[in-house]
């Protein structure tokens, strides 16, 4: 079993930044990448961002690409989700997820095994 422990959420106007972490802990060695999700008032959870455990590979979702930067810090079992330039759209619960037997995709929450508990992101206009 992999622990996912996520803060960092808040409240921030359009245009600031907010940083997210995610302290993971247990069986962290049988993690083989890390994820990003969020899920927005009335829609379905989506993909994010996603990194290597070793942080050679990061992939982001169109919406926030050049804006959120993902990283890992191995030492630690941190991921970090340094978010800047907000918008009211990315306002959601962000969920961070660790992917332990890689499936071949990467952008569905059924690609992931553990989940933490989620932080709230609310960005105002």
């Known amino acids: 079993q992999v622990q996912l422990v996520e803060s960092g959420g808040g409240s921030v106007q359009a245009g600031g930044s907010l940083r997210l972490s995610c302290a993971a802990s247990?069986?962290?060695?049988?993690?083989?990448?890390m994820g990003w999700f969020r899920q927005g008032p009335g829609k379905e959870r989506e993909f994010v961002a996603r990194i290597s455990w070793r942080g050679a590979i990061t992939v982001y979702a169109d919406s926030v690409k050049g804006r959120f930067t993902i990283s890992i810090d191995n030492a630690k079992n941190m991921v970090y989700l340094q978010m800047n330039t907000l918008k009211p759209e990315d306002t959601a619960v962000y969920y961070c997820?660790?992917?332990?037997?890689?499936?071949?995709?990467?952008?569905?929450?059924?690609?992931?095994?553990?989940w933490g508990q989620g932080t709230q992101v609310t960005v105002s206009s």
């Open positions: 247990g069986r962290a060695f049988s993690v083989i990448a």
């Open positions: 997820a660790a992917d332990s037997t890689y499936s071949g995709g990467y952008t569905k929450a059924q690609d992931y095994d553990y």
